[in-house]
């Protein structure tokens, strides 16, 4: 077993490090002092879709939470206490629920090819597989992300910051990772009785 890989990833953290204090000194100084992003992302853990890079932002400006095709379950004490975090305290504005094309996860579930743990965590998935008969893969991707969307609007997190009056976006978009952009879905929602929907619902 070789540790060369890991080395290899210190040895580029140091130099990216180096890089950004050249072009920006003191930025770190400054970062470690000042927590306040404005957004959160609620992505898929692929290695492929790295939040703050598709969206051209440093460090300190998105907050992330990632799992297994970007699911939100409200039962998911994990993003129930970031999405507790991020609203209550960091005070962000915006809620991005992104997933991507060609998902592994959402795959499995077309393909029932899931078991254990997975099986579980996919549940919704496979309810609006049903619900929407037999889509295609990039399909499912696209209504997956507005189903989140809807769960997140449907959180009572999300719900009292809302009858609260915090000024709360959600928005639903997808990747490509075959030429590297986002698409917006059409379903952000700035509260329960103001919402844009320019697709139907999952």
Not at 11 to 22: T, Y
Not at 29 to 43: A, D, S, T, Y
Request: charged share 20%.
């Amino acid at each position: 077993m070789t540790m060369k890989d890991i080395e290899q990833l210190l040895a580029n953290n140091k130099a990216w490090a180096e890089d950004v204090e050249k072009d920006m000194p003191g930025f770190f100084r400054k970062l470690e002092n000042q927590h306040k992003p404005k957004f959160l992302w609620i992505g898929c853990s692929d290695s492929r879709v790295p939040a703050d890079q598709l969206v051209g932002v440093m460090p300190g400006e998105v907050f992330v939470h990632r799992n297994i095709s970007n699911q939100v379950i409200n039962t998911d004490i994990n993003l129930m206490c970031v999405l507790q975090y991020a609203i209550d305290f960091l005070r962000v504005k915006h809620i991005i629920v992104c997933g991507h094309y060609n998902c592994g996860g959402i795959e499995a579930v077309l393909e029932n090819q899931t078991s254990g743990l997975l099986d579980h965590w996919l549940e919704n998935v496979k309810d609006l597989m049903e619900r929407n008969g037999t889509p295609g893969l990039d399909e499912m991707c696209e209504l997956n992300v507005r189903l989140q969307v809807r769960n997140l609007a449907l959180n009572t997190i999300v719900r009292r910051a809302w009858s609260q009056g915090h000024p709360l976006f959600l928005h639903g978009w997808i990747y490509s990772v075959s030429n590297g952009l986002l698409r917006d879905l059409g379903v952000s929602r700035n509260g329960l009785e103001n919402q844009t929907e320019k697709h139907k619902q999952p």
